[in-house]
């Protein structure tokens, strides 16, 4: 009876976790307003376009706390038309920012390799800015198995 | 804390080569998402910012937020036409600071 009980009990945590607001990013504590306005921000009331930034990200990462992330940006980088600066936004997670890349003609190439963490399945948006004034942006979806924050 | 930064990029290049530079710094980046035993938060503690220079000039800088995950690891890249040093900075919340330093000979 006493077991029972227990996985009456733990049955009934995992629905209440389940019941959270999870949405269709699967995150408990998403803020996609706050991913809005820090893009808002950078973009500062222009549209960018897309089609020049790739995001490399797993399909599916399993474990949260460590997603491989790349990006490049279709660019020729020399000082008169270059990256100038990168935003990386991951909607669902409880602080939206990811990191804002700085980069000169000096850099060569725009192309950038880092590891991040995502609370759970969500989107990640890419803005970049040129030199020239152009903004770019790209956005993949990841699944998250188990996620990279808290815990 | 550990404080010991690795980094990757090649000895001598071409002048206006383009080259890889891997860099990796232990460091915990406490996200300030986390509560410890007694449900208390753990107070936020990253690297937050990261600069890398050569001869002086700059060549590549980051801000960082506690979405990047921890023992940061960055790659980019930079077009080299001298001999000459990177010098890299990693900044912690604490305002500590981690740095290091390659040259590159370019032929």
């Not at chain 2, 940061?72 to 981690?98: C, H, M, R």
Request: glycine residues 10%.
């Amino acid at each position: 009876m006493r077991s029972l009980t227990r996985r009456e009990a733990l049955a009934l945590g995992a629905m209440s976790v389940a019941a959270a607001p999870a949405g269709v990013h699967g995150s408990v504590q998403a803020a996609p307003a706050d991913a809005a306005a820090e893009i808002a921000k950078f973009i500062g009331g222009k549209t960018p376009e897309t089609g020049r930034v790739t995001i490399e990200l797993p399909e599916i990462a399993e474990n949260g706390n460590a997603v491989p992330l790349s990006i490049v940006v279709d660019s020729p980088m020399t000082p008169d038309n270059h990256v100038t600066d990168i935003l990386v936004v991951a909607e669902g997670n409880p602080s939206p920012g990811v990191a804002a890349f700085t980069l000169t003609p000096m850099s060569g190439h725009s192309e950038i390799a880092t590891r991040i963490r995502l609370a759970g399945s969500q989107n990640v948006v890419v803005v970049a800015r040129t030199s020239t004034g152009g903004l770019l942006t790209a956005q993949r979806q990841v699944k998250v198995t188990i996620g990279g924050c808290g815990g | 804390m550990a404080e010991k930064a690795r980094i990757r990029l090649p000895k001598d290049a071409k002048r206006g080569e383009v080259i890889q530079i891997k860099t990796l710094v232990a460091h915990l980046m406490e996200s300030g998402q986390r509560r410890d035993k007694d449900g208390k938060l753990i107070p936020r503690m990253i690297i937050n910012k990261f600069t890398c220079t050569f001869n002086g000039k700059p060549v590549f800088s980051c801000g960082l937020e506690s979405a990047i995950a921890a023992n940061p690891y960055l790659q980019f890249s930079a077009k080299v036409e001298e001999s000459g040093t990177f010098k890299f900075n990693w900044i912690d919340d604490d305002g500590n600071t981690i740095t290091a330093e390659e040259t590159i000979a370019v032929a």
